[in-house]
Nanobody, 115 residues
Framework: QVQLVESGGGLVQRGGSLRLSCAASLTIFSFDDMGWYRQGPGKERELVAVISTDGSTNYAESVKGRFTISRDNAKNTVYLQMNSLKPEDTAVYYC?????????WGKGTLVTVSS
């Protein structure tokens, strides 16, 4: 059974940093791409960052220059380093991966940025 488990969320002040982790129950090479999404209060879920098997990355405009997605293949884990956090980054952050066009999601980790 494919499982993605996020961790690392919490409460942080404006300008602070957090690192989210997404641990997969199987080798992350099984996934086509892996990404982080978020859903803020009263908002739709949106893509934050994605990393492909070759290590190429893409980011939402709102997080470019502040967030970095990376992967550790040996640990089957994908990370999201978040710096210079803003109150508008407050959201539940979800890890996502696709295998043969089937999407798998974690349960999410809450990030709250206070002003």
């Amino acid at each position: 059974q494919v499982q993605l488990v996020e961790s690392g969320g919490g409460l942080v002040q404006r300008g602070g940093s957090l690192r989210l982790s997404c641990a997969a129950s199987l080798t992350i090479f099984s996934f086509d791409d892996m990404g982080w999404y978020r859903q803020g209060p009263g908002k739709e879920r949106e893509l934050v960052a994605v990393i492909s098997t070759d290590g190429s990355t893409n980011y939402a405009e709102s997080v470019k220059g502040r967030f970095t997605i990376s992967r550790d293949n040996a640990k089957n884990t994908v990370y999201l380093q978040m710096n210079s956090l803003k109150p508008e980054d407050t959201a539940v952050y979800y890890c996502n991966g696709e295998i043969f066009s089937v999407a798998y999601w974690g349960k999410g980790t809450l990030v709250t940025v206070s002003s």
